[in-house]
């Protein structure tokens, strides 16, 4: 009896140490799927071009990240009701970047946004490319 009672003793903790890893896995993978699908700020690069001057590599903050979206056909037109977010600019302030090598009569500078802060909101194509919206 002390045998078997030994044995399912190591049994149990077995199992409960299967049990606090599968809990601790399925928190972790909920965690980063949530983190995956959270919009936020971070480091984007891109190469500024405008015509007439040659393009620069700018390093800067960018809104990025996934937003609760759906569809619902209704009866009447246009039957689909749409509630579509896009990861975008909360809070922002404006940089300037000189371009190199631009022609005597266009302009060297460059305007773009910095993100601060994102949040989900409607497309807006003051500061979003919007194309497929």
């Known amino acids: 009896p002390a045998e078997l009672r030994h044995l399912a ?6 199992l409960l140490v299967l049990l606090l890893c599968s809990e601790i896995l ?9 983190y995956l699908l959270a919009h936020r700020v971070r480091e984007f690069s891109f190469v500024a ?13 960018a809104c990025w990240g ?13 039957y ?9 600019y909360n809070r922002s302030r404006h940089m300037t970047a000189r ?11 460059y305007h ?13 194509t003051q500061d979003t490319e919007c194309e497929t919206f």
């Open 112 to 124: 773009y946004p910095v993100a601060l802060e994102c949040h989900c909101d409607v497309c807006s």
């Open 49 to 61: 071009h405008k015509p007439g001057c040659k393009g620069l590599r700018i390093t800067t903050e």
């Open 66 to 78: 996934r937003c609760h979206t759906w569809e619902k056909p209704v009866p009447e037109p246009p």
């Open 99 to 109: 371009l190199p090598g631009c022609q005597p009569d266009v302009s060297p500078l």
């Open 9 to 14: 003793i190591g049994n149990l903790s077995a």
């Open 26 to 34: 399925i928190f972790s993978s909920d965690f980063v799927y949530l």
């Open 80 to 88: 689909i009701h749409r509630h579509h977010r896009v990861c975008t």
